[in-house]
Each structure stands twice: as structure tokens, then as C-alpha cells.
């Protein structure tokens, strides 16, 4: 008979290592699922979101590491104390005794005993003698050893109410130097690790019921018992050390797969806020340069906007003033030049209309591509004298370009009329607008030119 080693090791202390294991593993995937899903703008496209979850990311991503790789080290360390709680060690138990009826030595050898926890692995040998009572529970308990025989093995019953180690003492107090004790009735040949603190370098081991009766009763016959006790495999530490090999490798891979998934969304984001700021930093050296291709205008006294009834800047709702220099965009709206220059920095559009003043002056952004820019065209266009003014506020380019038609030519103006005279004039061009409502007004205050 043959011990199985799976029975062996079905301990209480094998039970809380799994359920210490069970524990720690399921603390450590929340703290996996926090690290994910804690970053509230992890897929954002917001570029904002992205620059502020950027900024944490460096931190947060250390703070969990730190923890990741904290937990992993106590894990480590519970998962030895353990393997050295749970250390299975077998023994053969090597029996001898002479059979009464056919007068002739019988020597048995099984790997049928499990040393207890607290026990010298160790081998011994010596004359079995049986306690009485078996339990070895009572004080008083009491060996029939014969005075000339050392170094006797005691055989005692497990149960009855008292510790393996108060049964072991009582037995080596008087002279064994070591104790057996088999399992109690219903059991078979399953044994446990017995756990007896206190007991010395007393070599104890546990063996089957059916065994421990097979020997007491032989002993009850009168056949005296010679025991050897070797030692046999070691079957926990190989065990215990595959068991943190393999959850090791476990915590190194996960670890492992949470910082790959920090450094490639991280990554991600990095890029993503790069290239934006990128095409924003060529949106606004476009426009720029479309800015520089704008109609300058500086306004005089007696000019119609800045009269009583003249319209508001849609940027800072101030009136126009003799001396405000304006900015009159490729859809005739005008509005003070240091009022709509950055707003034209950051949207390239118009306040009013919404037209993209890189679409009207041809110029397209620097995409790995040769840059096409078009000269501006600067058209006037005649209006009708009642109508110079908009309903709205800062429309009034209608009463900028009929200004322009009656008033004395300026410095700024000269320039204009010398563009506007090297194109053709029989050609009628009409402002580009990216909202129609916008076209549909503007056209009805325009007067068809030849």
C-alpha cells in the first residue's frame, strides 16, 4: 500500500492558502479594473480632456504600478510562508515480527505514514508498545515496557479529546523516542499533517486506521512489533514552488499587461494631442497670412460709420470711431482690426456669417503638400444709398464700400484701387458665403454690376 499524496496534502492549511490565493487574486483584478476604467476621459476626443488627462497620466500610472508591484511582493512573501506551512513529507513504515503459526519472520514495507508538521524528518527505529487507554489522553496513561528495552516506538489512537502534542508529550515522558498515531475508525488509510508544537525533536507521524489496527492487534496477540521509520518523498515544497512559479508568472504578466496598456494609450493620447496642435498651429499660420491679405480701412470724421446711427463691431459692441482702423473680410463684413484679428487666429471665420477666410482667399493648410495660394480679390460693389445700413449689428458693409465710391481717396484706398484697376470689369463676382441665409441678404442689397 502506497500513500496518495493528494490525500496527504488535503490539509486545513492547504484550504486557507487557496483561500488566501482566491483573495488576493480577485483584489488584484479590481485594482487592474480600477487603473482602466478610473480615467474618465480615456477615450475622449476632446482636446482639452486629453491635455488634462495627459498631465495626470505620468502619476497615476506610477501610483498604480507602486501598488501593483506592492501587492505582488506580499503575495510573494505569504506565498513561501505557506509553501513552508505546507510541507509534505511521507515516511516508510517498516514493520517486523515473527508469525506465531508458521514460525517464520515477516517483514513489511509501506509508504503508508505522513510526518507531522512540527516533527524531525528523520529515521528511527525501535519496539512498538501500545498506551493504555490507546488515546494516550489521560494523565495517568501508562506503557507495558520492559525495563531493558530502549528506544521503544508508542502506537496511539487519534481523538478522544486531546491534542496531538499532549499525546506525544505523554508518550516521550516515558521514554519513547517516538510516537505513531493512526487515524480514527471510518477513515480508511487517509492521514493528515498533524500539527504539535511543543514536542521537541520527538519524531512523530501519523498512519491509516487499518494499519494502526493491523499492528495493535498483533501487538494484543502477543507478537512483539519491531518499527522502522524512514524518511520518504518530499511531496509539498515541489508542489508549493510550482504553485508560486506558475502564480508568479501569473502576477509578472498581468503587471506586465497593464503597463503595456498604460504606455499604449498612453501613447495614443500623445499623438492624438500632437497632431492636433500641430494642424492648429498651421490652421494659424494660414491664417495669418490670409490675415495679411485683408482690406485695411482707417475711418475719418464724416465718415458714415461712425455716425450716430451707425452700426456696432460684433467683436467688442463698441461704436466706430474717426481713427478705428478696420478690417473688411472677403464678405464685406468689417469689424476694428485688433478686435477680429484673434478671433480669425482661432476660428478663421466670420462673427457674423460664418465664412472661412482661407476657403475665400484659396488658401488650403500645409498637409505634406505644396501650399496653393491665391492672390485675394477685392471687389467693390455698388449699393443702393437708403439701404447702407444692416438690421444687425456690424453688417454696415454696404455704407463702406459707398463711402469708398464718394470719399477722397486715402493712402490705404490708393492701394485698393490699384488692384481693383488691373481686373477685368465686365466680370460680376459676388462674396463667397458658407451660410446662404447671409448670400440671400447680401444679394438683395447688391445692384447688378457690368
Excluded at 93 to 114: A, M, R, T
Excluded at 362 to 388: A, L, M, W
Amino acid at each position: 500500500m502506497r500513500l496518495d499524496p493528494t490525500r496527504a496534502t488535503s490539509s486545513p492549511v492547504s484550504n486557507v492558502e487557496r483561500k488566501v490565493w482566491s483573495v488576493c487574486l480577485e483584489f488584484s483584478l479590481c485594482l487592474v479594473l480600477k487603473a482602466i476604467f478610473s480615467h474618465g476621459n480615456f477615450f475622449s476626443t476632446d482636446t482639452s480632456k486629453l491635455k488634462a488627462t495627459n498631465k495626470n497620466m505620468g502619476r497615476q500610472t506610477k501610483q498604480y504600478l507602486f501598488t501593483w508591484l506592492f501587492v505582488a511582493y506580499i503575495l510573494k512573501v505569504s506565498s513561501l510562508h505557506f509553501a513552508q506551512a505546507t510541507d509534505i513529507c511521507t515516511a516508510y513504515v517498516n514493520i517486523s515480527y515473527v508469525d506465531p503459526q508458521k514460525n517464520e519472520s515477516v517483514w513489511q514495507q509501506e509508504e503508508s505514514g505522513l510526518f507531522g508538521q512540527d516533527s524531525p524528518k528523520e529515521s528511527v527505529t525501535g519496539e512498538v508498545f501500545l498506551p493504555e487507554p490507546i488515546h494516550s489522553c489521560d494523565p495517568e496513561t501508562s506503557y507495558d515496557v520492559p525495563s531493558h528495552v530502549q528506544g521503544w516506538i508508542a502506537l496511539i489512537q487519534r481523538g478522544h479529546g486531546c491534542t496531538f502534542s499532549e499525546k506525544i508529550l505523554t508518550a516521550t515522558s516515558q521514554g519513547a523516542v517516538a510516537a505513531v498515531i493512526y487515524n480514527e475508525p471510518g477513515t480508511d488509510n487517509r492521514v493528515i499533517q498533524m500539527s504539535h508544537p511543543g514536542t521537541g525533536d520527538t519524531v512523530a507521524i501519523m498512519i491509516g486506521y487499518n494499519r494502526g489496527m493491523e499492528i495493535v492487534n498483533l501487538i494484543k496477540s502477543g507478537v512483539g512489533v519491531s518499527m522502522t521509520i524512514e524518511v520518504g518523498r518530499q511531496h509539498g515544497p515541489w508542489m508549493s514552488h510550482y504553485s508560486v512559479f506558475f502564480v508568479s508568472i501569473s502576477f509578472f504578466v498581468v503587471t506586465a499587461a497593464t503597463v503595456g496598456y498604460f504606455i499604449f494609450y498612453s501613447a495614443r493620447r500623445l499623438n492624438s494631442v500632437r497632431l492636433q496642435n500641430r494642424k492648429q498651429k498651421q490652421l494659424k499660420a494660414e491664417a495669418k497670412k490670409a490675415i495679411g491679405q485683408l482690406q485695411v480701412r482707417t475711418l475719418k470724421q464724416g465718415d458714415q460709420e461712425t455716425g450716430p446711427d451707425a452700426d456696432t463691431c460684433a467683436v467688442c459692441i463698441e461704436a466706430y470711431r474717426p481713427g478705428d482702423v478696420l478690417s473688411i473680410l472677403t464678405c464685406n463684413h468689417f469689424f476694428h482690426k485688433t478686435c477680429i484679428e484673434p478671433w480669425l487666429l482661432e476660428h478663421r471665420t466670420c462673427p457674423m456669417c460664418k465664412c472661412d477666410i482661407l476657403k475665400a482667399l484659396g488658401i488650403e493648410p500645409d498637409d505634406d503638400s505644396h501650399q496653393v495660394s491665391i492672390p485675394p480679390d477685392f471687389r467693390s460693389y455698388p449699393t443702393v444709398p437708403e439701404d447702407t445700413h444692416s438690421e444687425t449689428a456690424s453688417s454696415g458693409y454696404a455704407s463702406v464700400q459707398g463711402t469708398e465710391e464718394h470719399a477722397v481717396p486715402t493712402e490705404e484706398s490708393t492701394v485698393y484701387e490699384t488692384v481693383h484697376e488691373l481686373e477685368p470689369a465686365a466680370i460680376r463676382m459676388e462674396p463667397h458665403y458658407d451660410n446662404l441665409a447671409f448670400e440671400g441678404d447680401s444679394r438683395s442689397h447688391m445692384n447688378p454690376r457690368t
